[in-house]
């Protein structure tokens, strides 16, 4: 072989092993980028989820400390209620109802509207109520049906009640069951339905009473 087909030889060598070369070059310095361009995507991906999972915890929590809030309210008109009673407030203790709203007492009196029911609240109160008299509610159930609505069964207890013949009574469970609704911001109680826990004294029945 010639000097001139050695020289030839190698060139040609030298042009194929150069464009290879360059793939290799171009290879290597590719992937990094698209290692970067795949972790970027990967970190964005990763912020979207961690974003959506703020919003619904922070959703949550907000919806969560609402109903707290809610459920506070409506416990608090069946404790004002009681609290009413044994002051002797007439008004306070129908300002927990709906304008219309309506009540059954124990005894089965049907109320209907704010007036009746003060002009029933007073006389019961008066002759009930001494200074050693205690009232309290007692074992919640409350559910919400809407968030405007909400339906609580209670256990109401008067405790050292006059009776109509003017013994003490110990104490008088009492059932309490009413619907709620909230008008505009505040909390009202639009039916109350009571009746007494268990067989009332003889004392405190209305037959009990006229015979008095």
Do not use: C
């Amino acid at each position: 072989m010639t000097n001139n087909q050695k020289t030839k030889e190698k060139e040609m060598k030298t042009s194929q092993t150069y464009p290879a070369a360059l793939i290799a070059i171009h290879t290597i310095d590719s992937a990094p980028h698209k290692s970067e361009s795949a972790l970027r995507g990967l970190m964005q991906r990763l912020g979207l989820a961690f974003l959506v999972w703020t919003l619904v915890i922070g959703a949550t929590g907000s919806a969560s400390a609402g109903e707290i809030r809610d459920e506070t309210a409506v416990r608090a008109l069946g404790d004002a209620f009681a609290n009413a009673f044994v002051q002797k407030n007439a008004e306070l203790r129908a300002s927990v109802f709906a304008e219309n709203g309506t009540f059954v007492t124990p005894q089965g009196d049907f109320l209907q509207g704010r007036v009746a029911m003060v002009k029933d609240f007073g006389p019961e109160a008066q002759q009930a109520v001494n200074g050693t008299t205690q009232a309290a509610f007692s074992n919640y159930r409350v559910r919400f049906i809407k968030p405007d609505v909400a339906v609580v069964d209670a256990l109401l207890t008067v405790h050292n009640a006059n009776g109509p013949d003017g013994t003490i009574i110990p104490a008088i469970p009492v059932i309490f069951f009413y619907v709620a609704v909230r008008h505009a911001d505040r909390w009202l109680i639009q039916d109350g339905r009571t009746h007494f826990a268990a067989a009332p004294p003889s004392n405190m029945t209305k037959s009990g009473a006229s015979q008095n």
